[in-house]
């Protein structure tokens, strides 16, 4: 049985990949961790410890502390955020990849799963069905510290052996905790907004198509990667990893059929530039073929269970 150690795990996909963990390996072998006690579900919910991602001690800490294995490092400055603070995504993104990078290749855990993203994709990169190995040239500090990440993760594996596996992110829709930071949340907020007031004012054009999939899409793509045998990994980079794509036309379209009275306006902002310079859609027949990847959720079904979920959460009434 691993003994998990879930970095950032208050965050959007971390909350849900610690629950999930628990299911599968017991509460007492997943630690969740974090900077802040930012998620009281995750925080109430078993094991949980402070943990400072870009100091290394306050990491091996942990590890020593519980015994620890197994690493998701999923703490992270996304896209739209890291524009605004470019030093800071810089310093957190990388200096958190390398404490566990090092950990590993020092013999203290075996195995990281570390998030990469479409971000790693920039304006030169073909945008339909962007191949597995192509051009990328990142245009925010966020995909360089993506790309580079892929670059040190496969360095560390040739080189020392690691067992670090990763995906290429696209933006993920869920409804349990809201993303923070990032070019593709407004397919979040939309949902939000269309329960709440049955208008959103959206911060990309009607067209943009961009790469996307639903959480539970996302937590098996995930766990399958980290539980195949090593020896069927081609990529130690970073997998391409592809479930939706749509524009925000057609994810208005799709809430319509249950909010018929529904309505978007659009007022692009900085974040317009990012997602041009990203895929409209991936191509992931690596996944596929090296783990047997497939996703479950297209946006008619994803619609359903997002409007379904937040209508009954909202319906609860406010207790705080
Ligand atoms: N969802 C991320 C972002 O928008 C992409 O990985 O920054």
Redesign the pocket.
């Known amino acids: 049985m691993p003994k998990v150690l879930i970095i950032g795990a208050c965050g959007q996909i971390g909350s849900e990949l610690t629950f999930k963990l628990k299911d599968i390996y017991g509460s007492e072998n997943v630690v969740a961790s974090d900077i802040g006690y930012n998620n009281l579900d995750v925080v109430n919910s078993g094991i949980f410890e402070i943990v400072d991602a870009q100091d290394y001690n306050s990491v091996k800490v942990c590890v020593d502390k519980h015994n620890i294995d197994t690493i998701y490092l999923m703490a992270a400055m996304?896209?739209?955020t890291g524009e605004k603070y470019p030093m800071k995504a810089w310093n957190l993104n990388m200096d958190s990849l390398f404490h566990v990078l090092n950990l590993a290749k020092d013999g203290f855990i075996k195995r990281i799963f570390w998030p990469s993203?479409?971000?790693v994709f920039g304006p030169t990169t073909p945008k339909v069905l962007t191949p597995q190995h192509t051009i990328m040239e990142p245009s925010t500090v966020?995909g360089i510290t993506k790309q580079v990440g892929e670059r040190w993760c496969e360095y560390y594996h040739k080189k020392y052996g690691v067992d670090v596996r990763s995906l290429r992110?696209?933006?993920?829709i869920s409804w349990k905790t809201m993303?923070g930071?990032?070019?593709?949340?407004y397919a979040v907020e939309i949902y939000h907004q269309a329960l709440l007031d049955a208008h959103y004012d959206c911060f990309l054009s009607e067209e943009t198509e961009l790469p996307m999939m639903f959480m539970e899409d996302a937590i098996k793509a995930t766990l399958d990667l980290m539980q195949a045998p090593s020896e069927a990994l081609t990529v130690r980079s970073s997998y391409n990893l592809a479930a939706i794509s749509f524009t925000p036309k057609e994810i208005t379209e799709a809430i319509k059929k249950h909010i018929p009275n529904f309505d978007i306006s659009y007022s692009p902002d900085f974040r317009q530039q990012i997602a041009d310079s990203w895929p409209k859609s991936i191509d992931d027949s690596k996944a596929r073929e090296d783990w047997n990847w497939h996703p479950d959720y297209d946006l008619k079904k994803m619609t359903s269970e997002m409007i379904e979920q937040l209508r009954k959460k909202y319906a609860k009434p406010v207790t705080e």
């Not at 992110?169 to 993920?172: H, V």
């Not at 930071?181 to 949340?185: L, S, V, W, Y």
């Open positions: 996304l896209s739209a993203s479409i971000a966020y992110y696209p933006g993920i993303p930071g990032g070019t593709t949340d």
